[in-house]
């Protein structure tokens, strides 16, 4: 997760229950901070696009009886929700990257 041009205004998110727990940065400021630490950025690429439209490989659910996040993360399905609609209105992005070390 990366920071979106505008700030995040829907919480709790998965993350952060609210503004003051929200410490995500820009991809531009992720890239740069892994260099300063010495890390070259094989990858980088924003994925946002590709989740919204449905065209990445998504986790499949728990089968019933199996632990899920749910059990694990209070309020799930409002934070899920809210990080899916703070997705679609740009306030964050879905970012992958392979970094290696110098």
């Known amino acids: 997760m990366a920071a979106g041009k505008t700030a995040t205004t829907y919480y709790?998110?998965?993350?952060?229950?609210d503004a003051a727990d929200n410490?995500?940065?820009?991809?531009?400021?992720?890239?740069?901070?892994l260099g300063q630490s010495g890390f070259v950025t094989e990858l980088l690429e924003d994925t946002s696009d590709a989740h919204l439209s449905g065209?990445?490989?998504?986790?499949?659910?728990?089968?019933?009886?199996?632990?899920?996040?749910?059990?694990?993360?209070?309020?799930?399905?409002?934070?899920?929700?809210?990080?899916?609609r703070s997705l679609e209105e740009g306030q964050v992005r879905l970012v992958r990257g392979v970094f290696r070390a110098v």
Do not use: C, I
């Open 12 to 17: 709790p998110l998965p993350w952060a229950s």
């Open 55 to 84: 065209t990445t490989t998504n986790a499949t659910p728990a089968a019933p009886g199996q632990l899920g996040l749910s059990v694990y993360v209070e309020n799930l399905a409002q934070k899920a929700a809210n990080a899916r």
């Open 23 to 33: 410490f995500l940065v820009s991809v531009e400021a992720m890239r740069s901070l």
